[in-house]
């Protein structure tokens, strides 16, 4: 009982004597070990974590122990392995890096205003539209949302339009005698910028093998950045969406409405909120148009 209640004690004067930088290191650190155990769990890099604990094990038991020979191997696998993983990992550790600051600037930009949530609305509308036709014709596309991650380097691949967005581009570009339509179409504040452009393919070794090499590259492309990739397959006609490096298939128009309408405007935004806050718009116009005739 007596070290049970030393520990306690201990405990409790540790945390008394906490100040407001320890509260900071602290949390910084929280957040630090949350990233990296998310970046961890989500990639492949998770298969190698236990192969690293085991091997930081065995240089802990051979430092107690004092064996000479083994703590030298060890200690030089942890030197050698550390560089080995930046260079093997090059790609994930870029993808994580670039998500985390993404992640930390749309902290800071959360709200939107009416006009862009508009424009953004509408461009979604016909993107949906777009794929639900692409759907039941089998035409295959391949959509690009871009959102916090900067995507110049993919869209110099292709040809940059810089257009409005409209239903009837968006058939010209990914219709089957198009020279831009085995590409990808890349979306950039809400305008067709650039199309045909080449996405790298994911290397995961976990894809179900019946997923062709568009779905791959939109998977990869999810990989590498928080970008949102609407698919449509060529054979089965299937609508899908990537992002993070998952990717759901089978959607209708409703679900790929809201699936998009939560990753570029708001967790809480889905066709039913989008249309009350329609009505209201419209009404308060008409209210607006009736003061004015009044007066």
Known sequence: ???????????????????????????????????VFKFVRDRRAGKLAVGILFVLIIMLLSNLLNMQ??????????????????????????????????????????RMDHKNYQHTVRCIDIVVEGAVDFSAEKTGALIVFERGTKLGDVIKTGTVINSDPSVFLLKNIFFNKSPLHDGALIVRNNRFFSAGCFL??????????????????????????????VVVSEETGYISIAYDGYLKRNLDEV???????????????????????SAEVESAEYDSNDFDTEK
């Open 1 to 35: 009982m007596d070290y049970v209640g030393n520990i306690l004690s201990y405990i409790v004067n540790q945390a008394l004597s906490m100040n407001i930088f320890d509260v900071i290191d602290i949390a910084i650190v929280s957040v630090l070990f949350y990233y």
């Open 69 to 110: 020979a083994l703590n030298f191997i060890t200690e030089n696998i942890v030197q050698v392995g550390i560089i080995g993983l930046i260079i093997v990992f090059q790609s994930e550790l870029r993808s994580f890096l670039e998500k985390m600051g993404g992640e930390s600037l749309r902290t800071f930009n959360r």
């Open 200 to 229: 790298p393919l994911s290397l995961n070794n976990d894809i179900i093998k019946d997923l062709g090499t568009r779905h791959r590259a939109a998977i990869g492309m999810s990989e590498n950045s928080d970008s949102a990739i």
């Open 255 to 277: 679900s790929l409405k809201n699936e998009l309408l939560s990753l570029l405007i708001g967790e809480n935004v889905t066709v039913d909120t989008v249309e009350k806050k």
